[in-house]
């Protein structure tokens, strides 16, 4: 029960979290390369692990060459992003765990030369913020729909012992019915028994009765 408690609880803190809209930003950041520009996102609910396996697997979508991880940063290798040209981009991404089941995604886009900012590339940056926006709410909606199952097992799990305990009340009322029913059955036979043993009793002081009459002829016959 405690268990259960505490996951539920978990829930609705994650679901209060996941009421604040997702919003990319951007700030400096240092991923490798000293402090440059990256776009910054939340992500709820997920694991670290699936979180950097969803990214590795959406850099290989944007063909890149080389994919690798160091101290924490990834590094995707002249990615190919087609919606900003046919140009190729250098990726850096970091993955903050913070409290409450946040993960920070930090994403640094170098475009070569420069890194990507809504100041200096304002149209590649949309289109960058969409990727992580998108990203972002996939990740934060499957660890919902995860939960969810969760919770769903759990509430059939209590549906399961309320209509075992329904199931048991009845049966127990049905008991105490047959009980009733039995009672009152064993106390009009106890009454038809007392009345039967009041005519027993008559019948036995008339045959009684009949038995000392016969002896007394007997002992009159001379």
């Known amino acids: 029960m405690r268990k259960f408690t505490l996951l539920l609880l978990s829930c609705l803190l994650f679901a209060n979290l996941w009421g604040q809209k997702i919003q990319v930003h951007e700030q400096s950041e240092d991923l490798g390369k000293g402090k440059n520009n990256a776009l910054v996102v939340s992500i709820y609910g997920a694991d670290e692990g699936d979180v950097e396996k969803e990214w590795k697997s959406l850099m290989k979508d944007y063909n890149a060459q080389k994919i690798s991880s160091s101290k924490g940063i990834m590094f995707a290798d002249n990615a190919t992003i087609k919606e900003m040209g046919n140009n190729t981009i250098d990726i850096y991404a970091r993955f903050d765990v913070k409290k409450d089941g946040e993960i920070e995604l930090v994403v640094a886009f170098d475009l070569g030369g420069a890194y990507l900012s809504s100041s200096a590339h304002a149209d590649k940056y949309k289109i960058a913020e969409k990727i992580m926006h998108d990203f972002a709410v996939k990740l934060s909606a499957e660890a919902i729909t995860d939960k969810q199952k969760v919770q769903q097992k759990a509430l059939d799990k209590l549906n399961s012992q309320q209509k075992d305990l329904e199931k048991d009340n009845k049966n127990l009322n049905s008991d105490i019915i047959d009980y009733q029913n039995k009672i009152k059955k064993d106390q009009d036979a106890i009454e038809k028994n007392k009345s039967d043993q009041a005519k027993k009793q008559t019948?036995?002081?008339?045959?009684?009765?009949?038995?000392?009459?016969?002896?007394?002829?007997?002992?009159e016959v001379k």
Request: glycine share 0%; charged share 35%.
């Open 203 to 219: 019948e036995i002081s008339n045959q009684q009765k009949v038995v000392d009459d016969l002896a007394k002829q007997a002992k």
